[in-house]
C-alpha cells in the first residue's frame, strides 16, 4: 500500500489496476447470431419443399417392333403413347420414337395421285425413292429396284400435268419411304405389286432389327 499527502490530508494512493488475462480470438469468422441462423434456414425451407414435390423424370419409353427403321420405314406412330401410355410397351406394332415429322398428301395431292395411271405414278415417285437410298437409307435399294422392274414393263401413255407435278414434288420431297411405298400399295393395280411390296418392306425392318 503506498501512502502520498494530497490536499493536507494523508491519502492512499490508488493501486494500479491489475491487467485482465484476455483469451485468444477465436480463429476463422466470429459465431453467427443464432438469429440470423435460423432465418438463413427458414428462407431454404420453399427451395427444399420445391424439390421433395418436384415430379420424377418420365422414363423413357421403350422402343416397339413398330419403331424399328425410325425414321424411314417404321411403323405409323403409337396412338396410346401419345395419350400417355401404351400397355403394349416393346410388343407394340406402332412406333413409339418421339420424333415423327410425316409429310402427308392433302385432298388435292390426293386427287392428282388417283388420277394418274399406275405407270406415271411409278414415274414420279421413283425418283424420291433412289434419292433417299442414295443419301440417307441404302437398305431400300431392293424396293427401287422391284420398282423400276415393274416400270419398264409398263407402258407409258402421257406424263401428268406439269401443275400437278410440280405440287406433288413439294409433297413427295418430304415424304419417308414408308410413305412414298404406300402411295403405291394403298391403290389397286393389275398384278401382285403390292402384295410383293409388301413383303419386302417386311424383310427390310426384320433385317434391320436384328441388325
Known sequence: MALGYRFTFIDEAPAPAVPRFRSCPVRGREAEPEEQVICR???CLPDRARRIHEPAPAPTPALSTGSVGHPQVC???CVHLAK????????CGYCHSPEHRRAIPDKRDRQALGAMCEAQLLDLIIPHLRRLTETQFYQAKPLVEVLERELAVRHMPKKASEEDIKRLERTLRRMRVSGLV???TSRRWKGPLPQVLQEAMNSLREELAVA
Open 75 to 77: 411403323r405409323r406412330p
Open 41 to 43: 434456414q427458414v428462407a
Open 84 to 91: 400417355g401410355a401404351c400397355h403394349s410397351g416393346s410388343a
Open 182 to 184: 404406300g402411295l403405291i
